[in-house]
């Protein structure tokens, strides 16, 4: 038996099966009914016994950024009504001086309850069971299905919100409590993380169900996991229940895929959008805070570009730029993004009907792209490039090294979040392209931080999907409490709580417990999360490391934990891997494969020349300008770059150097 992970991005539908020999297919996208593109691939793998389904969704995302989901209740202590239409609004650069600025909001009624709890948990007033019970009438007769529950302090003290949460039960079908959800301080952001999930479970909820319904008419019935935002899985049903766990549960996929190749950078550039993730000490890099539905390329923590959702993510910067990017004009100045053709039309050469300019289009006439997964148009191509050419009276071929160049800084602007912008200097890393069209441009992103060594690891174009079959079975949790002497109590409760949700025990010898805190120094309003340690004086020696890693300041003195954590994990067992491929032996006196040509524009190079084109297959070592093709994606070898294989199919691309 194996395991299926699925993927379901903008562009395609990516699916892996591996039981020791790994399988693929990859489809289009179907947008109106994702399900049906994700039958459609795995009815291409062929006869299949699987064990275990893993799932990376976008779901979430799109109904936050579409403003779709349940219209929500929100039930708060009296007098703090105003909390979600007041917010904690912030403005990135870009927005600063924008007098039409409009922040992101929340489409939800608030209605009040008469309680009061006070910052370390004491009782200021009784909870009222006839307000309760009046919120709960009027929330019916609104015709509200979805009610979130996030009362003043509640953290310190859940009481009054869980008999809120179980009044209102017997009068709703979903109602998400933030004790239950994320008991930590910051009410704003608390509030939104509970909306959040009240907003989107229903949906996740009835997607999930129709997902197992429709893999068991295809005979599997094996239990469905999906990834949540910080690579680890869960049941479906946990994820029905805490979905605003998953509202980075695609993205975390992808970053997964270059742990193996640590410290390095993921980039993975898809059809749709690309994404940066700086991978150390065997993991991505994890954040608590991250925002949704925002702008720009800053990376998910980076106040200003969306709704904050307080729940652990990979740290990662996201750009529209992919593949199906659509390259326009504004006031005679070339554009690229973030719109994107997507699977319906899809790019020109796809030819589905669309007629745009995209990545894809300007790759083909580049010559970089020469195969996919699907047949390619190049007289459609040819005609969409000519629409930007014709008005920025340039050749097709400059036209599209300028829709190439364009996208290749977009996406270096994702890099730089997650490297420079953190601190951390790109050139001592390795960079991990994956995603059908990421290893296009991997070199020339590449380039442009003095990066020297690119990876592009087999089965690179459905990378995501096979991340999904990395990632161990986890989740997270929290609680504030301030002034506390010995937490202990508190680490074995957040223990025994996620132990039960995954439905495993504590003492089973593949479950392990990473404890950690959020510490800050006294006085301050913020804090920075570090691993824990039961001696006071290695705890604040790590949050100094720490604190100086994030803001280059050496600082020292009282400190203070605000909140405690522990992630619970157990691995998954897998069958024996396959093992790594050799090149095809040859005769001592046989001469290698001789690669087919193609022309390729290579603006160093003084235009357009005929280079190398080999299958990765063939691939052993070769030097740049050349194209290596597999039925998954494209690999570009610019000039100066030299790439090579190594023996589970790596293609290594080193610039400057052998490879």
Request: charged share 20%; glycine share 10%; proline share 7%.
């Amino acid at each position: 038996m194996g395991s299926l992970a699925i993927d379901v991005g903008g562009t395609f539908t990516d699916v892996v099966y591996s039981a020791g020999a790994v399988r693929v297919a990859k489809v289009l996208t179907t947008h109106d009914d994702p399900i049906a593109g994700i039958v459609h691939g795995v009815t291409q793998l062929g006869p299949i016994d699987v064990s275990r389904v893993v799932h990376a969704t976008t779901l979430a995302t799109n109904a936050i950024l579409e403003g779709k989901g349940a219209r929500v209740a929100f039930v708060t202590t009296r007098g703090f009504r105003s909390l979600i239409p007041l917010g904690r609004y912030a403005r990135v650069e870009e927005d600063r001086y924008d007098l039409r600025f409009t922040p992101p909001r929340l489409d939800v009624e608030c209605f009040e309850v008469t309680e009061r709890v006070g910052p370390r948990g004491e009782v200021l007033t009784e909870l009222d069971h006839d307000s309760v019970r009046q919120a709960a009438r009027a929330i019916v007769e609104r015709g509200l299905t979805s009610a979130a529950v996030c009362l003043l302090h509640s953290y310190a003290n859940p009481a009054h919100e869980q008999r809120v949460a179980r009044v209102l039960r017997e009068h709703l079908p979903s109602v998400v409590a933030s004790c239950e959800i994320w008991p930590e301080i910051r009410e704003y952001e608390r509030a939104t993380t509970t909306i959040v999930s009240a907003q989107i479970g229903p949906l996740m909820t009835a997607y999930l169900s129709r997902l197992r319904s429709a893999l068991a008419g295809l005979g599997i019935t094996a239990p469905v996991y999906v990834m949540d935002s910080a690579g680890g899985v869960v049941s479906a049903d946990l994820a029905a229940r805490r979905a605003v766990s998953t509202v980075e549960s695609g993205p975390a996929a992808g970053a997964l895929a270059a742990v193996p190749y640590g410290p390095a950078i993921a980039f993975d550039m898809g059809g749709t959008t690309a994404k940066a993730c700086v991978v150390r000490d065997g993991r991505p890099a994890i954040t608590h805070e991250f925002h949704v539905g925002g702008k720009g390329s800053f990376g998910g923590r980076r106040a200003g570009t969306g709704l904050p959702i307080k729940t652990p993510a990979v740290d990662l910067a996201e750009v529209g730029a992919g593949g199906g990017s659509i390259a326009w004009l504004s006031s005679g100045t070339l554009r690229v993004g973030p719109l994107s053709a997507g699977s319906s039309p899809g790019p020109a050469c796809y030819g589905l009907g669309g007629a745009e300019p995209t990545v894809t289009d300007a790759n083909l006439v580049l010559g970089y792209l020469g195969t996919a997964c699907l047949p390619l148009d190049p007289a459609q191509a040819h005609k969409a490039v000519d629409r930007i050419a014709g008005p920025l009276g340039v050749s097709r071929e400059e036209a599209a090294l300028a829709v190439y160049d364009i996208v290749c800084a977009s996406m270096a602007s994702a890099v730089e979040v997650v490297t420079v912008q953190r601190g951390v200097d790109p050139r001592g890393l390795s960079l991990v392209a994956t995603g059908g069209a990421g290893p296009m441009h991997a070199c020339r992103v590449a380039e442009r931080f003095g990066i020297s060594h690119v990876i592009v690891p087999a089965h690179c174009g459905v990378a995501s999907a096979a991340g999904l079959l990395a990632g161990s079975l986890s989740t997270s949790r929290v609680r504030t409490q301030l002034g506390v002497e010995d937490p202990s109590a508190i680490f074995a409760s957040l223990a025994a709580s996620a132990a039960d949700d995954l439905g495993v025990s504590l003492g089973d010898p593949s479950v392990s417990v990473g404890r950690s805190a959020d510490v800050r120094f006294a006085g301050q309003s913020h804090d920075l999360t570090v691993d824990w340690s039961q001696a006071p004086e290695e705890l604040a020696r790590r949050f100094f490391a720490r604190y100086e890693e994030v803001y280059g300041i050496a600082q020292e003195g009282a400190v203070e934990v605000v909140s405690y954590r522990v992630r619970l994990t157990r691995h998954f067992d897998e069958p024996p891997a396959e093992p790594p491929a050799e090149p095809p032996a040859q005769p001592p006196d046989a001469a290698p494969p001789v690669p087919a040509t193609r022309p390729a524009f290579f603006p160093e190079l003084g235009g357009t020349v005929d280079v190398p084109v080999l299958a990765r297959e063939h691939l052993t070592v070769i030097t740049g300008p050349a194209v290596v093709e597999d039925p998954e994606s494209t690999i570009v070898v610019p000039p100066g770059w030299t790439a090579a294989t190594d023996r589970t199919r790596a293609v290594h691309l080193r610039r400057g150097g052998d490879a």
